[in-house]
């Protein structure tokens, strides 16, 4: 017998286009099941060991309950208590946990730190989110957005050509969802101050990635960059490990706030997204995030469903 392929998810184009379909129907499956009351015990005996060296909320809970729910379970590790890179290589870190765990997430600040457990695990890596990427969400909100666009089709393709505008920093989260945008034949618009743009690595990397560069438009306007949008997506303004910019960049990003009138410029249809914490006032108000357009907490929720269908996709376990 062959032994399984061992694959990780350090960044989104780890999954081929097929791949990602599969991964979706999986979590829409899994979904209607949960929705269902319906569990099932496709990870039963396994383990997920979870390192987290960043603070988590949505990362951790939903990841643990996607283990529960499919009769598996979750080991949650501070950073400090490994010291990853420091008291302790990554390396040795890498293949002691290969030993105990089924899989390893890691929400983390270097992104090499994803690459080098990677590099030496034994069993697959997920990249729970690092300076560079945040695979996960990027997969989650692109999951939310054919959910809620189009809500009878399974298929991909029917994503080809819907614009999402960002209107933010871009940061991990925009880089990855851009990076998926531009795999799956998506439009994506970031719209912020030039200081706060994509850089031309990143850009080249994208079109070396996906073929097509200009997948990817960068607009200084906000109006001009949620005219013609499907979807509008913001992000807090000052991530983790930026605390001390955090004032810098509020007065930068205030007129790139998402709000009733900012809404006003773009068709009447398109939903908010915006992966949390959200602080409310600030990148988006109360009135958009509790509006009838936010799918904040849709895109939320799908965290766990799209996970969990990664998870058994990455172990090579059918869902029942």
Same mark, same amino acid.
Request: charged content about 25%; overall charge negative; hydrophobic content about 45%.
């Given at each position: 017998?062959?032994?399984?392929?061992?694959?990780?998810?350090?960044?989104?184009?780890?999954?081929?286009?097929?791949?990602?379909?599969?991964v979706?129907?999986?979590?829409?499956?899994?979904?209607?099941?949960?929705?269902?009351?319906?569990?099932?015990?496709?990870l039963?005996?396994?383990?997920?060991?979870?390192i987290?060296?960043?603070p988590?909320?949505?990362?951790?809970?939903?990841f643990?309950?996607?283990m529960?729910?499919?009769g598996?379970?979750?080991?949650?590790?501070?950073?400090?208590?490994?010291?990853?890179?420091?008291?302790e290589?990554?390396?040795?870190?890498?293949?002691?946990?290969?030993?105990?765990?089924?899989?390893?997430?890691?929400?983390?600040?270097?992104?090499?730190?994803?690459?080098?457990?990677?590099?030496?695990? *034994? %069993?697959?890596?997920?990249?729970?989110?690092?300076?560079?990427?945040? $695979?996960?969400? &990027?997969? @989650? !909100?692109?999951?939310? =957005?054919?959910?809620?666009?189009f809500p009878?089709?399974?298929?991909?393709?029917c994503?080809?050509?819907?614009t999402?505008?960002?209107?933010?920093?871009?940061?991990?989260?925009?880089?990855?969802?851009?990076?998926?945008?531009?795999?799956?034949?998506?439009?994506?618009?970031?719209?912020?101050p030039?200081?706060?743009?994509?850089?031309?690595?990143?850009?080249?990397?994208?079109?070396? *990635? %996906?073929?097509?560069?200009?997948?990817i438009?960068?607009?200084?306007d $906000?109006?001009? &960059?949620? @005219? !013609?949008?499907?979807? =509008?997506?913001?992000d807090?303004w000052?991530?983790?490990?930026?605390?001390?910019?955090?004032?810098?960049?509020?007065?930068?990003?205030?007129p790139?706030?998402?709000?009733?009138?900012?809404?006003?410029?773009?068709?009447?249809?398109?939903?908010v997204?915006?992966?949390?914490?959200?602080?409310?006032?600030?990148?988006?108000?109360?009135?958009?995030?509790?509006?009838?357009?936010?799918?904040?907490?849709?895109?939320?929720?799908?965290?766990?469903?799209?996970?969990?269908?990664l998870?058994?996709?990455?172990?090579?376990?059918?869902?029942?």
């Open positions: 017998m062959m032994e399984k392929e061992l694959r990780h998810l350090v960044n989104v184009t780890d999954l081929s286009i097929d791949e990602i379909a599969h979706y129907r999986v979590a829409t499956a899994t979904k209607k099941q949960i929705a269902q009351g319906v569990h099932n015990d496709a039963a005996d396994r383990v997920l060991g979870m987290f060296e960043k988590s909320m949505r990362t951790r809970v939903s643990q309950a996607a529960i729910q499919a598996g379970q979750a080991i949650d590790i501070r950073g400090k208590e490994i010291g990853l890179g420091k008291r290589s990554v390396k040795d870190v890498a293949r002691v946990m290969s030993r105990y765990v089924d899989a390893i997430m890691v929400r983390t600040f270097a992104h090499r730190n994803v690459e080098l457990l990677a590099r030496h695990a *034994t %069993v697959p890596v997920i990249n729970g989110l690092s300076d560079d990427a945040h $695979p996960c969400q &990027a997969l @989650a !909100d692109v999951f939310t =957005i054919r959910e809620r666009l009878e089709r399974d298929e991909l393709d994503l080809q050509g819907v999402v505008a960002f209107v933010g920093d871009s940061n991990n989260v925009a880089r990855s969802l851009a990076t998926l945008c531009g795999w799956l034949g998506m439009n994506f618009v970031l719209s912020g030039d200081e706060y743009a994509f850089d031309d690595a990143f850009l080249e990397s994208v079109a070396e *990635t %996906v073929g097509d560069r200009s997948a438009r960068m607009v200084r $906000p109006r001009e &960059a949620v @005219a !013609d949008a499907q979807v =509008i997506y913001t807090t000052a991530s983790m490990g930026q605390e001390s910019e955090a004032e810098v960049r509020r007065k930068a990003f205030q790139y706030q998402v709000n009733a009138d900012l809404l006003a410029s773009a068709p009447a249809e398109a939903p997204m915006h992966c949390l914490p959200a602080h409310r006032g600030e990148e988006l108000t109360d009135e958009v995030i509790d509006g009838p357009r936010s799918i904040v907490y849709d895109q939320a929720e799908n965290r766990l469903h799209v996970q969990k269908a998870i058994l996709f990455l172990l090579g376990v059918e869902a029942d």
